[in-house]
């Protein structure tokens, strides 16, 4: 069935350094691809998305690229800061009314 | 913009009790809208979703229910609260462009 594959689980980055996340998709008809960001206690965010006529999007610190070959994207957070630590999510969704969660990764950024 | 309310924001139940959690959406018509549950550390798990008045589509059979008996508004029911319902719920809907917002959520705990 449809799934999306994230990794790391967790992952801990000095302050400043760069934190890279992948997810792997499994459904050829995925189209768009969000990412999310939760903080403890609180709501998924929605941070960036891109779709599949796009190879790259970046918005600031962060940026994802998608590698629809291969189906796999990536989310790219650059200069790291505390603030950062949260749990982020990936997902996959091709249009119709379901996304596929990924599994979440553990970010911590480390002063 | 959208604005998701869920009611209520925390709840205590204890184990064979009913359940009724609501999720309303302001700021547009007739929304694609979803319940999700989140385990502690654990990621979104789908239970339900709707894309329309009376139209319900499970993801996961359990003793839950859901309902949509007016355009944006959707409701979480159980007659029987079991340990593992224990999590916290996030009603979410989405945008024009299929981006998918989440409500504040409600935590529950089954004692």
């Known amino acids: 069935g449809e799934n999306v594959e994230q990794h790391p689980s967790t992952l801990s980055v000095q302050e400043g350094d760069s934190a890279v996340i992948k997810c792997t998709y499994s459904d050829s008809a995925s189209n768009y691809f969000p990412w999310y960001k939760q903080e403890l206690g609180k709501r998924p965010q929605l941070i960036i998305d891109i779709r599949s006529n796009v190879g790259e999007k970046k918005d600031q610190r962060i940026a994802v690229t998608l590698n629809k070959t291969a189906k796999h994207f990536s989310l790219h957070i650059t200069e790291t800061q505390p603030e950062d630590s949260a749990v982020y999510f990936c997902?996959?969704?091709?249009?119709?009314?379901?996304?596929?969660f990924g599994t979440g990764t553990r970010l911590k950024v480390l002063a | 913009s959208q604005t998701i309310h869920q009611w209520p924001a925390t709840l205590v139940q204890p184990v064979g009790s009913p359940l009724s959690l609501e999720c309303t959406v302001e700021?547009?018509?007739?929304?694609?809208l979803y319940w999700y549950r989140q385990a502690a550390g654990r990621g979104l798990q789908l239970l339900f979703y709707s894309v329309g008045i009376g139209q319900i589509s499970s993801e996961v059979p359990q003793n839950l229910s859901a309902s949509r008996p007016q355009d944006r508004q959707f409701i979480l029911s159980s007659k029987k609260l079991l340990l593992s319902d224990s999590g916290f719920y996030l009603c979410?809907?989405?945008?024009?462009?299929?981006?998918?917002?989440f409500g504040p959520g409600t935590r529950l705990t089954v004692t």
């Open positions: 979410a809907t989405t945008g024009g462009d299929y981006e998918q917002y």
């Open positions: 700021g547009t018509s007739n929304p694609n």
């Open positions: 997902a996959g969704s091709s249009g119709t009314y379901k996304y596929i």
